[in-house]
């Protein structure tokens, strides 16, 4: 094939690849796009469980469900529960729209029912923290960070060590023989 059949191929290949690209470009989905600010929208916002405390571009807006007119505009939402800060995200107000918002709140905690054999004054740590005394029957450990952790469970000169993946919101049953 002489080379100036392929320059003129390749120039209708580029020229068609570049049109595409810039076609690419110039779409853009409602979600990357900025609202307009100066308007007003309305906005809903429900949790599970309710009564999360809702905080919108910095204005507290009180405990979910909440239903209110907001300023349009691009805006952090931030939903707390128990303290904690489960949820901040962005989000687009669109002037003269309804935003509904449903969101599934998951502490990030869960516990852990330790029991020991013998069951008697075996002492327990989590992640190098001690965190009890076994006194007969099982342990059961609250509000530990999700993940994986490692537990260190000791009487006398016996010693075990096992990592337990705690599951946020569930308990995890974990039996350790120190014989």
Known sequence: MPIVTRLRNFRTVFSMALLVSVAAVS????????PP????????I???????MVYLGGAKLGLSPVDTSFASG?????????????ITERVNVW?????????KLVTPYGS?????????????????EPIGETEGGPLRINNIEAGSRIFTVTRGKAKK???VKVIPEENVEVHVDLN
């Open 74 to 86: 691009r805006h952090t939402l931030t939903i707390m529960y128990n303290g904690e800060e489960l």
């Open 95 to 103: 002037p003269d729209r309804k935003l509904v918002i449903e969101r």
């Open 161 to 163: 060590q096992v990592e």
């Open 37 to 44: 600010r100066g308007g007003m929208g309305e906005v809903s």
């Open 46 to 52: 429900i949790t599970d469980p309710p009564r999360a």
């Open 112 to 128: 852990v029912t330790l029991t020991t054999k013998p069951e008697k004054n075996v002492r327990v740590s989590i992640d190098g």
């Open 27 to 34: 779409v853009q989905s409602e979600e990357d796009a900025v």
